[in-house]
């Protein structure tokens, strides 16, 4: 088989059909952006709001509250907050890990479909080329034809083959410019995250040794309170 005419036959199609296929690429590459953004435009929250308060409700012993209204929040950074918090009584390792899991759960959420992005951004300009190559090759083919309409045919062929690269960057561009701008949406909720399991963490630590207002320590009884003093817990 002779392969080299084989490729010649092949590129007798032309560039049109990849012009086809970077359509579809577009399309699917359109549809996770618009994908992404939906997902993403709910899960961002007010780290710092969220974050005074938690510390005001541990205060005042209202943790209970706390979590029961922002429980239905779709924010990443309080997810993660009340899945430890939900532990608390478990002690710090176990607050920890149990928000570990949590963050780790919502990244790889926050990854889905990415990496279609990056792989169209990387890899449409070359699909591009493959189609201006066969367009050139089937103008030259077309030209040495020696055809009344062969000049005409070939010049209609080259702009054909490079309108494949061209529009192969317009699908590129935009691809890899998403891919950066949601790869850095989500590092930044992630950062947020972890800073509202710090906060967390603190809080455990701080009800490990001193009790929270309102419930003593595991093992610890209450205090009471000194005549003409503010009551205390104490934690030993």
Not at 23 to 31: D, K, R, T
Not at 57 to 62: F, I, T
Request: a neutral charge.
């Amino acid at each position: 088989m002779d392969l080299s005419k084989a490729f010649l036959d092949f590129a007798q199609l032309g560039a049109g059909w990849v012009l086809w296929l970077l359509v579809a690429l577009s399309v699917i590459s359109i549809g996770v952006m618009i994908d992404r953004v939906l997902w993403f435009r709910s899960r961002e929250a007010d780290t710092e709001r969220f974050n005074q308060e938690l510390r005001g409700a541990y205060l005042r012993g209202e943790l209970e509250r706390f979590i029961a209204k922002h429980r239905a929040d779709p924010g990443i950074p309080i997810q993660v907050a009340l899945r430890g918090l939900a532990d608390r009584d478990q002690g710090p390792e176990a607050v920890a890990e149990a928000m570990h899991g949590e963050r780790a759960k919502w990244r790889r959420a926050g990854d889905r479909n990415l990496m279609v992005l990056g792989t169209l951004g990387n890899n449409v300009p070359f699909v591009g080329l493959f189609g201006t190559v066969l367009g050139v090759m089937n103008a030259f083919l077309l030209l040495s034809s020696k055809s009344a309409t062969a000049e005409k045919e070939t010049f209609d062929q080259i702009a054909e083959a490079l309108s494949a690269t061209a529009f192969a960057l317009l699908v590129a561009i935009p691809a890899v410019a998403a891919f950066n701008y949601f790869t850095r949406r989500l590092r930044v909720l992630m950062t947020s995250a972890d800073e509202c399991a710090h906060q967390v963490l603190s809080l455990v630590h701080g009800e490990l040794h001193t009790g929270t207002p309102g419930r003593p320590t595991p093992g610890t009884p209450a205090t009471p309170a000194a005549p003409g003093k503010e009551g205390t817990a104490d934690g030993g």
